[in-house]
């Protein structure tokens, strides 16, 4: 009896030593990107990202907590300019900090999640002239430490947060679309 007991926990130990093993092989960076053509030229497609200010009329988040708190700093868009959130569950807390901005071209963000977790990743958009339209390009990238690895098990990320891009870039089009083609957005 004893004996069968010292197998089974050595079979334990050892099954839980190969998944220690295996969460630990998998990829140590994750990205998401999701595209999509906007009927617009990039100049005006650039100021409703350039501007953090006017991401509320098409952040996903935005819309999963319409109450959460938002202030901004510095400038009021291009490097420097940062969006400080705090919400529900569903967005958490953290900001995010425009660090490279080329008019019409791209944008990258800083992204530094406080809640749920923290996390520092990079987000970046591209605008890609094509035609009469602007291909938008949304992506986002960074490390995975042990325990994301192992929470990726079992969720997929990118299925996760790709469906919230999606969404994203589905509002921003119907934004750019809507809005009167005289109206200025800044993009310097």
């Known amino acids: 009896m004893r004996k069968k007991i010292l197998i089974a926990l050595a079979i334990v130990l050892l099954l839980f030593v190969g998944l220690l093993g295996f969460i630990a092989s998998r990829p140590s960076q994750f990205r998401i990107e999701r595209s999509a053509t906007i ?14 200010q006017q991401w509320n009329a098409w952040s996903p988040w935005a819309k999963k907590d319409p109450n959460a708190k938002a202030t901004f700093e510095g400038p009021e868009e291009g490097e420097g300019a940062i969006f400080r959130w705090a919400g529900n569950d569903e967005i958490g807390e953290g900001a995010m900090t425009i660090t490279q901005s080329k008019p019409a071209e791209l944008v990258v963000l800083k ?9 520092t990743s990079m987000a970046q958009f591209k605008f890609t002239p094509e035609g009469e339209n602007t291909v938008v390009t ?11 690895k192992a929470v990726q098990l079992f969720l997929d990320m990118d299925k ?15 934004v750019v679309e809507e809005s009167p083609k005289s ?4 993009a310097e």
């Not at 617009?40 to 497609?45: D, H, L």
């Not at 992204?111 to 996390?119: G, N, Q, R, V, Y």
């Not at 109206?183 to 800044?186: C, L, M, N, Q, V």
Request: aromatic share 12%; net charge negative.
């Open 183 to 186: 109206e200025s957005t800044k």
């Open 160 to 174: 996760m947060l790709g469906a919230d891009f999606e969404a994203g870039l589905a509002n921003m089009k119907k």
């Open 138 to 148: 949304w992506s986002m990238e960074g490390q995975c430490n042990f325990v994301s």
């Open 39 to 52: 009927a617009a030229p990039p100049e005006q497609v650039f100021g409703h990202v350039n501007n953090l």
């Open 111 to 119: 992204l530094e999640f406080k809640k749920p977790f923290e996390d």
